[in-house]
Nanobody
């Protein structure tokens, strides 16, 4: 059974930093494109960042310059560092695993709440 478990969310201070982690119980983890998405209150889910099996990254426009995504294939983990937090970073953050071929598996974690407060 595939599981993606996020951790590191919570109440954080405006202007501070946050590190999220995703631990994956997923065979062939190193083949998957791993990503973080978020869903702000009342809005649609959006891409935060993704990293493919070759380490190539893709960042959402709203967070460019403030975030870094990384993966550890030996530990089946995915990490996200967000700096200079803004109120609009408040959202539920989801870990995603996408198989590297059309029509392949697409898995989601249950999400972790991040709330930025003054």
């Amino acid at each position: 059974q595939v599981q993606l478990v996020e951790s590191g969310g919570g109440l954080v201070q405006f202007g501070g930093a946050l590190r999220l982690s995703c631990e994956a119980s997923l065979g062939g983890f190193d083949d998957y494109t791993m990503g973080w998405y978020r869903q702000p209150p009342g809005k649609q889910r959006e891409l935060v960042a993704a990293i493919d099996r070759r380490g190539r990254t893709n960042y959402g426009d709203s967070v460019k310059g403030r975030i870094s995504i990384s993966r550890d294939d030996a530990k089946n983990t995915l990490n996200l560092q967000i700096d200079r937090l803004k109120f609009e970073d408040t959202a539920v953050y989801y870990c995603n695993a996408k198989a590297p071929y059309n029509g392949g598996e697409n898995y989601w974690g249950q999400g972790t709440q991040v709330t930025v407060a003054s």
